[in-house]
């Protein structure tokens, strides 16, 4: 960026003003604290992709397609 003038964004985490650069480690977040609280989230599974549930008893779900049977482990 040629103009030198920072991106401000806001934290996904607190919405708080924060300078999108190399110069903040947490980028997007504006904190250790805000990005640990992102992660945890994901981790407890409160965020979710869109997407059809797998049959977890269905061993051909969740293979990539295109492979043929005798491929899969």
């Known amino acids: 960026m040629a103009s030198g003038k920072p991106i ?7 919405s708080a003003r924060t300078e ?10 504006c904190s250790e ?12 599974e409160q965020y979710r992709i869109a997407g059809a549930a797998l049959d977890p008893t269905d061993p051909g779900q969740g293979e990539p397609p295109g492979l043929p049977s005798s491929d899969r482990h």
């Open 8 to 14: 401000i964004v806001n934290c996904p985490a607190c």
């Open 20 to 29: 999108y650069s190399v110069k903040n480690t947490w980028r997007p977040f």
């Open 33 to 44: 604290r805000c990005k640990r609280i992102d992660l945890g989230a994901w981790a407890s």
